[in-house]
C-alpha cells in the first residue's frame, strides 16, 4: 500500500517543520480510532529518518541502502515492538531488550527508532521498564508508541510522549481513496460508514470475508433474538476471527436501533444496509430496553478487551438476555401499537 495516505497530510507537514527546526521530541504517542493507518504513519516516519536521501515532502527515497534493508525488515537502527502473541500482553524482558537496542551507537550513524504497537498491551512492569527510557532518552533515539486505547497506558508513560492524536477524515476526503480501490460489492460510503469513518477498515470489508462474516453474524443475532438459536452455540460463533471488532458491530447495531425506535426515518444510520433488519429488531423492544442493551453491549466490548475474561461466559450471558419469547414479543407489539 502507498503509506503517504492523504488524511495524513497535515499531520505529517506538521512533523516534518519539528524535525526542520530540531524540536522533534524522543518519543511520540500516535493516538486514534483503528483503522485510520497510525502504523502506517509511525513507519512512514521511521523510514523517512533512517533514509539517507529524503525527497521533497521528508518522505524515504525507497533506494538508498537504508531504504532497502528496512523494506527487507533488517535494517540495524530500526526495531518493532509487539506481543509475541495476538491478544497478549508486551512483556518486560521485551522493553528490556528493547532499551539495550536504543542505548547502542546507531550503525548507520543516524537515528534509532522503535515503534510500540499496541502500546497499551504493556504489562506494568513492562510500562515502569519503559518510563526509565522515557525519563532518560538515549541520544539520537526515537520512539513511537501506537494505540487505539491511550487511556490504559499509565499516566506516567502517556505524559512523556508528545501526542500525534488521529482523527476519521471527512467522508469527501475519505470516499475518492476508497472509490479508487474498490472494484465491486457495496458502496464505498456504506463500507465507510460501517467501518465509523476509517478508510482501512472499510477497505479491509472489500475483500468480502469480513463483510460476510458480518451479515452472518446478523443472521445468526437474529436467531437468538427470537428463541431459534441457543446462546451458547452462538456464543462461540462470535468468539471465532476478531472479537473486538464483532463486539463493534454488536454496538454499533444497538445505536442504529436507537435511532430508529427515536424517528421512523432517520437521516444517518451507521449500518445503512441493515436497515430493513434493524427496523425489524428496533419493533421487537420498548426503548428503555435498547438503552439497556447498548450499555451491555459496550460493558462486554470493554470487558472482553482485558485479558483474564472468561468471554465465552460472558458472550452467553449477554446473548441470553437479549431472547424475548414470542408470546412477550407479541404482547409487547400489541401493547405498543395500543
Ligand atoms: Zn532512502
Known sequence: MDERLP?????????????????????LLLTGPSGLGKLVFARRLARA????RPDAEGDAC????????????????????????????????????????????????????AVLEPADRLNVNAANSLLK???????????LLVTAQ????????????????????????????????????????TLLDVAGGAPLAALAYVDGERWNRRRQLVERYEQVLIGRLDPVRAAEDWLQGDLAENLRWLIGWHIDLIRLKMSSEPPCLSNPDLRPVLRRWAEWRPPRALFGRLDAAIRLHVLCATTQVNAQLLLEAFLGDGVESDESRVSRTRFTEG
Open 62 to 113: 525507497g533506494r538508498c541502502r537504508s531504504c532497502r534493508l528496512f523494506q527487507a525488515g533488517s535494517h540495524p537502527d530500526y526495531s518493532a515492538l509487539r506481543p509475541a502473541e495476538d491478544g497478549k500482553v508486551i512483556r518486560v524482558d521485551q522493553v528490556r531488550e528493547l532499551r539495550d537496542f536504543l542505548g547502542l551507537t546507531a550503525q548507520y550513524g543516524g537515528y534509532k527508532i
Open 7 to 27: 488524511w495524513h497530510a497535515r499531520r505529517w507537514r506538521q512533523l516534518q517543520e519539528s524535525l526542520a527546526a530540531g524540536r522533534l521530541p524522543h518519543a
Open 133 to 143: 527510557t522515557l525519563e532518560e532518552p538515549p541520544g539520537g533515539s526515537l520512539l
Open 49 to 52: 529518518l533512517l533514509c539517507e
Open 150 to 189: 491511550p487511556a490504559r497506558l499509565p499516566v506516567t508513560v502517556r505524559s512523556r510522549c508528545q501526542g500525534v492524536r488521529f482523527e476519521p477524515p471527512p467522508p469527501t476526503d475519505a470516499i475518492p481513496w476508497l472509490a479508487s480501490r474498490v472494484a465491486a460489492g457495496p458502496e464505498p460510503r
